[in-house]
């Protein structure tokens, strides 16, 4: 199975600052298929990003997200004091579908 | 937009078996929809056990696979999972989700833990 490594496990920043997570795969991942995924405490998980630059209705644009082939970007332009969160990254593309370790925007 | 909500015991004996449920509302789980079981142990990353469709379809974890086991009940338009055999390994927050692979909305979670 693809294992995803994300960096850094902690980003310590402060409201207005720019994000930029990581998320490497440790093999090619099919048709870019990489999902983002923010978790809160006591709260489900919310979708962000799929197919590795795509957001779902409703969410802000200022999440964004690039890369290809094994390395991918989680990108929060200007942090919002409730995008304080867990940010996982997922691989749909090969069998089964696997997520990185997470990192958190403290 | 749909609501899913776990429920079960949140404690299990070693060797024992994990049953968890997830009711579905605002959607019905013999529509068009995948759904589906993801884990994440204490301190770790998510891991994703299985998925169901209406129509009988079922994937499994590989890793998992000899002990799992996710079914629906279409007239309670809820799905379950059981996972026996279990060890402390298996303590965990499970969360059911609405998709196959990318899972576009998502419970809460209930946390289970196994101990004796």
């Known amino acids: 199975e693809i294992v995803l490594t994300q960096s850094p496990g902690t980003l310590s920043l402060s409201p207005g600052e720019r994000a930029t997570l990581s998320c490497r795969a440790s093999?090619?991942?099919?048709?870019?298929?990489v999902a983002w995924y923010q978790q809160k405490p006591g709260q489900a998980p919310r979708l962000l990003i799929y197919a590795v630059s795509t957001r779902p209705t409703g969410i802000p644009d200022r999440f964004s997200g690039s890369g290809s082939g094994t390395d991918f970007t989680l990108t929060v332009s200007r942090l919002e004091p409730e995008d304080f969160a867990v940010y996982s990254c997922?691989?749909?593309?090969?069998?089964?579908?696997?997520f990185g370790q997470g990192t958190k925007v403290e | 937009q749909e609501q899913l909500q776990e429920s079960g015991p949140g404690l299990v004996k070693p060797s024992g078996t994990l049953s968890l449920t997830c009711a579905v509302s605002?959607?019905?789980?013999?529509?068009?929809?995948?759904w589906t079981w993801v884990r994440q142990p204490p301190g770790k990353g998510l891991q994703w056990i299985g998925e169901?469709?209406?129509?009988?379809?079922?994937n499994y974890n590989p890793s998992l696979q000899s002990r799992v086991t996710i079914s629906l009940d279409k007239s309670k338009n809820q799905f379950s999972l059981n996972l026996t055999s279990v060890t402390a390994t298996d303590t965990a927050m499970y969360y059911c989700?609405?998709?196959?692979?990318?899972?576009?909305?998502w419970g809460q979670g209930i946390p289970v833990t196994v101990s004796s």
């Open positions: 093999q090619t991942v099919n048709s870019n298929y």
């Open positions: 997922q691989q749909y593309g090969n069998s089964p579908p696997t």
């Open positions: 605002g959607d019905s789980i013999s529509g068009v929809h995948w």
């Open positions: 169901i469709y209406h129509r009988g379809r079922m």
């Open positions: 989700a609405r998709g196959s692979s990318l899972l576009f909305s």
